[in-house]
């Protein structure tokens, strides 16, 4: 009989003093928060950035608010949306979890948007310098997912398969960590490496949406889909309908720019 590999018991909790706690979830987060304001000062850094300090640290800022905000509204109006019909205060119930990427993504969008309309940047632009610090808060949030064990895989007997706590007595794929090596370090890899050199406005944002939603889908096909939920139409995850817009944004974003290049961005 194959013996598949145990989930390894991780307490959430780091250490708590009183009713203060540190959680690993919380640790990853902060982790991904530094390492995108460590990068984005050394950009800002360099000679005719256009930027300073202080604007990546306000910019960071209206992106926080666009994640937390967007993200549990997401979660909740393109997952659990009969729970907020029967009770629309369960949209302030943070405290019961669930944040999703895409409705993070919104958030972020739309703080972007706010943030240009306060300062003498173009929407894109600021699209692109934020893109490639986004992937070390998704590698490092994933992370913390596989330290939960949340959002496990679907059941599968490949030799790294992972039997978790809450996902029955089935091993799975480690679909967490899938997540966090492709949607995270990879891409991160990719779009820092790609904004290294000026690029046409608004095609570091789009290899962002395009390397993204790529990752998403195809991992979607061995993350458990939502159990209430199921597969939809095409036989797709909700994860992967979601993606679709952004693969058409980010393929319309570089096409543009291959074809029509614009004012190009300076190197970031």
Avoid at 88 to 103: A, C, I, N, R, T
Avoid at 149 to 165: H, I, N
Wanted: glycine content about 12%.
């Amino acid at each position: 009989m194959q013996e598949f590999l145990q989930f390894p018991q991780i307490d959430p909790v780091i250490f708590s003093i009183g009713p203060v706690a540190l959680r690993w979830y919380g640790l990853m987060y902060l982790l991904g928060f530094m390492g995108a304001m460590m990068l984005g000062n050394a950009r800002a850094d360099r000679p005719n950035s256009g930027w300073t300090r202080d604007q990546v640290s306000d910019l960071l800022f209206y992106g926080f608010l666009g994640v937390i905000i967007g993200g549990r509204m997401g979660y909740v109006l393109f997952y659990h949306f009969d729970y907020f019909l029967a009770d629309p205060l369960y949209l302030f119930k943070v405290w019961e979890g669930g944040m999703s990427f895409h409705g993070g993504l919104l958030g972020v969008i739309t703080a972007l948007f706010i943030f240009a309309r306060t300062t003498n940047k173009k929407l894109l632009e600021l699209g692109d310098f934020v893109a490639p610090l986004v992937p070390l808060g998704l590698g490092f949030g994933r992370i913390g997912n596989f330290i939960n064990g949340e959002l496990w895989g679907r059941t599968t007997d490949v030799p790294w398969a992972m039997v978790f706590p809450n996902g029955g007595p089935l091993a799975r794929h480690p679909s967490q960590l899938y997540q966090a090596a492709l949607e995270g370090f990879c891409l991160f890899l990719v779009l820092y490496l790609f904004s290294r050199k000026p690029r046409p406005l608004g095609m570091v944002s789009g290899v962002f949406l395009l390397g993204y939603g790529v990752c998403r889908f195809i991992i979607e096909f061995f993350r458990e889909p939502d159990a209430h939920l199921g597969l939809l139409t095409l036989n797709l995850s909700m994860g992967q309908l979601l993606t679709i817009p952004m693969l058409l944004a980010g393929a319309f974003l570089i096409f543009r720019g291959i074809k029509n290049p614009l004012p190009q961005v300076k190197e970031q």
